[in-house]
């Protein structure tokens, strides 16, 4: 999903949890909202380079608090 739609499903209260986590597929993290990956859009997983990037895409969505899983 995108970062609008996110932000739609997070003031509606469909979304809980904001996780960020290690890239299984190579170098960077990826951003975990409940079930859903933020996508690129050309499609893809977003990848970010560092850990404060991704937290700052679950702050646009609107999380004020994010786990990290290293």
Do not use: W
Request: positive net charge.
């Amino acid at each position: 999903m995108q970062i609008k739609d996110l932000i739609m499903l997070f003031d509606s209260g469909s979304l809980k949890k904001a996780r960020v986590v290690i890239n299984p597929l190579g170098s960077g993290y990826n951003l975990l909202i409940d079930k859903y990956v933020l996508e690129t859009q050309r499609g893809g997983y977003r990848v970010y380079k560092s850990i404060d990037a991704a937290c700052e895409s679950a702050l646009k969505i609107g999380f004020k608090r994010v786990e990290v899983c290293l």
